[in-house]
């Protein structure tokens, strides 16, 4: 017999009636659930003294649920784990989550438990799982049914979720927009991608006390000219993106994305006619930058101490004279290769 040991205790056989190590083993089971022939680890205690296995109470319910794990895997359904593991994500209670899936109350408690759960109740659970929108959407329309408390406990933390999920896409968008650029170094400024580093940038330059009036239009030109910068001094670019020659200067690919990612102080600013873009983190506090290296800080202070006052207007007009600049074609891509001739 094949056993496995998980662990060996001093302990009262109640096989043998006497004191003495006793063992905890896994044995491989093969039996029939629902008509399918299921192989799957089995818990038992093992008896050296009359070489026998036998089962406590407590591993007669998880063999149980052993068996029935093993079943929904060989389906293709949730096992009673990533069932719990999926209210753990939102931090609900089984009667809860009852209560926002129109479900009778003791549903998830049976699922995570002996009953296997059919195939339509496991789409919604993984769709739970997969969409913390969805979440938000149900937590609302079950509000009057929950306590207050519970139903605030459960909207911060999904909350979380969504944000972290928003998030993610943002990121696998821009970096799939970025693929076609990894082979060309003067397009990428010898510099993978990294979105970490661009929102540390863009937070290094909203905290600054120098830069006045950090609009769109402005925190687009100072990425480029500390990109250019760094690959001029470094031969190196700090952030890896990539910038097209656009009527107002150089700007990032992705931008209207990248301004939206965790962490990054954009305000929308209504301006009459049209919405403006603010970015700050004045007065904060002390804020720290994990990604920049000091060498990359000193790169953006440079930037900071020739550009920060100026106003869009300026800042455009100085872009403009920019070799990279006047060498572009309009929306094409900017080469690094202009960076030796920098004004700054």
């Not at 661009?198 to 006390?209: E, K, P, Q």
Request: glycine share 4%.
């Amino acid at each position: 017999m094949d056993l496995k040991i998980i662990k060996s205790e001093k302990r009262l056989c109640a096989c043998c009636m006497e004191e003495h190590e006793v063992k905890t083993v896994l044995v491989k089971e093969e039996t029939f659930f629902k008509n399918k022939k299921i192989t799957y680890e089995a818990s038992y205690l093992y008896c050296d003294m009359a070489e026998e296995l036998y089962m406590d109470e407590q591993q007669i319910q998880e063999n149980d649920i052993r068996l029935k794990d093993a079943y929904r895997k060989s389906e293709g359904l949730l096992t009673s784990g990533d069932i719990s593991a999926i209210r753990a994500k939102f931090g609900i209670s089984q009667s809860d989550l009852c209560i926002l899936l129109g479900w009778g109350g003791k549903t998830i408690t049976r699922y995570e438990g002996h009953q296997v759960q059919d195939k339509a109740h496991d789409t919604i659970l993984r769709k739970l799982e997969q969409d913390p929108e969805w979440f938000l959407l149900l937590l609302n329309d079950s509000r009057e049914n929950l306590s207050a408390g519970a139903f605030q406990r459960y909207l911060t933390a999904a909350a979380v979720l969504y944000e972290e999920d928003q998030d993610a896409y943002l990121r696998k968008a821009i970096e799939a927009d970025y693929v076609r650029f990894q082979k060309d170094q003067l397009i990428h400024g010898n510099t993978n991608l990294s979105l970490d580093k661009v929102v540390d940038v863009i937070r290094y330059f909203a905290a600054s006390a120098k830069i006045t009036a950090l609009y769109k239009v402005k925190l687009m030109k100072l990425m480029w000219y500390a990109d250019a910068l760094s690959y001029k001094l470094r031969g190196f670019a700090i952030t890896g993106l990539v910038y097209r020659a656009l009527p107002m200067g150089a700007v990032p690919i992705g931008h209207n994305s990248i301004i939206n990612l965790r962490d990054v102080p954009c305000e929308e600013v209504d301006m009459g006619e049209t919405n403006a873009y603010h970015f700050s983190l004045k007065g904060k506090g002390e804020i720290i930058f994990p990604c920049l290296t000091a060498d990359d800080k000193n790169i953006l202070d440079a930037v900071i101490d020739k550009l920060g006052k100026m106003n869009k207007n300026e800042i455009v007009n100085f872009m403009h004279q920019e070799q990279a600049y006047l060498e572009t074609a309009p929306r094409d891509v900017i080469s690094f290769r202009y960076a030796e001739n920098l004004q700054i």
